[in-house]
Each structure stands twice: as C-alpha cells, then as structure tokens.
C-alpha cells in the first residue's frame, strides 16, 4: 500500500533540520504518541548528514480487534530515518524505515523537507507498507496506515509547540 504523509511546518527549513535532529524533540514526539517505553539515537547533526532512530513501545488498543492478534498486546515499533545534508536552499532527502517486531508490517520510503515560503517548510513522507499477512494483509496495512498517519499527525503538532518553545537562534521570543 503506497503511503503519503505531508507535515507542515511553522519554521523555516535549517531550523526545521535542527530540530528534526535534537534529541530532545524526538524524545518529544515519541513520547507524543504514547510511547510506553522508548530509545533515542541520532548521529551525525544538522550541519551535514544525520540519522534518527527511535524505538517506542506502543499499546495496541489503537488497532481494530481483527488485527490485534496479529501483533500482540503491543507493538515494538523501530524507526529509522536517515538525512542527506542540506541542498543550498535547505532542502534534505532521506530515507525512512519503520518496522514492527514481531508483526509482518515494514514501511520503506523516502523522507524529503523541503522550504514552503518565507518561514515555513514541510516534511513529506513516501513510501510502500507491507504487511505479509496470509489472506488479511489489507486489513493489516490499512490499520498500519491508519497508526502510521495518526503518529505523524502527532508529530506535526509536537513540532509546532516545539518551535514556539525552542526558538531558532537569533529570532525574537513572542511576549
């Protein structure tokens, strides 16, 4: 099942790659999204190339009762995101894989922030999920999509409270 995912971003592309790189804010919006427990790891930083990856113990009273038994009373999901360095204008591709252990779901896409106008910018996510489920694998994939749209839908709001509480260096602070 092919998946698009786009989130909008109140700040501009360096410091959306600055943030999209503080341990901080993954641990944030991890969190967010109802972590139980949870791994953090980022290498490299955004003045070049980076990697993001986060382990998040999730529960699965989220996911349909017809799907449940195919996960288990929760889902260990792993998430890796990897980040090319900034183009002149900002922009970053990357790629991005996520994969439940113990289930047979794994998205595999790409990843691409993007400037969007003076002071924004945006995040798209794309890519293919799979579920490899004798006879209910769309079943699977479309609550895998479903989780997986409301996790980002999460991530965006995080990112967006984030900024207005992490100000990029040099900007003003609201009063």
Known sequence: MHLEVTLDLPTGAA????????PGYVA??????????QHVDITGGPAGAFTVTTRRLLPTDGIPPQVRGFVGGALDVRQVEAWEPARADGARTGTVALEIAGAPVRLTGEVHLEPAGTGRSRVRYAGELKASVPLFAAAVE???????????????????????EHPAPGTATPA
Request: hydrophobic share 60%; charged share 20%; proline share 0%.
């Open 15 to 22: 410091d959306a790659a600055r943030m999209l790189a503080d």
């Open 28 to 37: 944030a919006k991890v969190a967010a999204s109802g972590a139980t427990e």
């Open 142 to 164: 479309g609550a895998a999509a479903g989780a997986v749209r409301s996790a980002l839908a999460t991530e965006e709001a995080v990112a967006a409270r984030w900024l207005a």
